[in-house]
C-alpha cells in the first residue's frame, strides 16, 4: 500500500469514526429532558420481605440461616445447582470466609458444608 493509500484509508477510518459518534448522541439536549428528572424529590420504596426459603426452613437448616444470611439473601443458596456434590458445598462455604470475609469458624463451616450437602446434594 503506497503512502497515498494509506493516507486514505486513515481518514476514511477518522471519518467513519467521527460519523459513529454523532449517531452516538444525535445532538443530545439535555434541556428536552423531563423537569422531574433534575427534582431532588424524595423517593422512597419498599424492600421485599425477606423469607426464609421452605428448603431451609427446617430446624437442621437453623445454623445455616443464622449464618448465611448477614450478607445476601438465603435464595443465593437455593438457586444453586442441585446435585453438584459435597465438595461443591464445602467450597462455596470456604469461598465465603476467605474471599468474601464471612465471619464463620471452622468448626460451622463444616457443619454447614455437610447441611448443605445433605439438603441439596
Ligand atoms: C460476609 C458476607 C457473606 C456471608 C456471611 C455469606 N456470603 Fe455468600 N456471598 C457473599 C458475596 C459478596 C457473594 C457474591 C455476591 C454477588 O456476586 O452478587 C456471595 C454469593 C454466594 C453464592 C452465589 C454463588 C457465588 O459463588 O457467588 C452462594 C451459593 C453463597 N454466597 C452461599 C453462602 C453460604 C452457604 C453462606 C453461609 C455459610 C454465605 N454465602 C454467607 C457474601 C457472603
Known amino acids: 500500500m503506497g503512502s497515498g493509500q494509506q493516507t486514505a484509508a486513515v481518514t476514511a477510518f477518522v471519518v467513519v469514526a467521527a460519523l459513529g459518534v454523532l449517531a452516538v448522541f444525535p445532538g443530545a439536549n439535555l434541556a428536552d429532558r423531563p423537569a422531574q428528572q433534575s427534582s431532588l424529590e424524595p423517593v422512597s420504596f419498599v424492600m421485599p420481605e425477606e423469607t426464609t426459603p421452605t428448603e431451609l426452613a427446617d430446624a437442621d437448616a437453623e445454623l445455616v440461616v443464622s449464618t448465611c444470611s448477614a450478607c445476601h439473601s438465603l435464595e443465593y443458596i437455593t438457586t444453586q ?11 462455596q462455604v470456604t469461598k465465603m470466609v476467605k ?23
Open 99 to 121: 474471599v468474601y470475609g464471612a465471619p464463620i469458624d471452622q468448626t460451622d463451616a463444616e457443619a454447614i458444608g455437610d447441611i448443605l450437602a445433605n439438603k441439596f446434594g
Open 81 to 91: 445447582p442441585r446435585g453438584m456434590g459435597e465438595k461443591f458445598w464445602h467450597d
